[in-house]
């Protein structure tokens, strides 16, 4: 299986009264993610980022996050269906795994505002990064 991973340097703005970073940081963090691993496959377009909504987003906080030291945000698993594609996510400070996360986002037909099927050559690349 391929790995995908991004390297994010935490800014003390991003930090809540007792030290952590804020959980709202670590969903934008995941899409940030997410966006640079669609980018990856071939989905770098400006406009390609529109044609994915997020349909479902789970955050498993694991352990605490801190400002100080650098996070890394590992695909660890992406899985296609039809129209969806669930990207699994995990996030490490050190050795140590922080947070954990699963997305599901839907490929849209932005002029018919309905699911559209993922097409074949993304299928493919995606399949590198199957669980």
């Known amino acids: 299986m391929n790995k995908f991973a991004v390297t994010i340097t935490p800014r003390f ?56 030291q650098d996070v890394v945000a590992k695909i660890t698993g992406a899985e296609v269906g039809n129209s969806s594609l669930t990207v699994l996510c995990e996030m490490l400070q050190g050795d140590s795994v922080t947070v954990k996360g699963r997305a599901v986002l839907v490929h849209m037909d932005t002029s018919e505002k309905k699911p559209a099927r993922i097409p074949d050559w993304l299928r493919e690349k995606v399949a590198a990064y199957s669980s």
């Open 13 to 68: 703005y991003e930090t809540d009264a007792l030290g952590h970073i804020n959980n709202a940081v670590i969903a934008a963090w995941f899409e940030v993610a997410r966006v640079r691993f669609l980018e990856s496959l071939g989905e770098s377009e400006p406009s390609s980022a529109k044609d994915w909504i997020l349909a479902s987003f789970q955050i498993d906080f694991v352990a605490e996050t801190f400002y100080g």
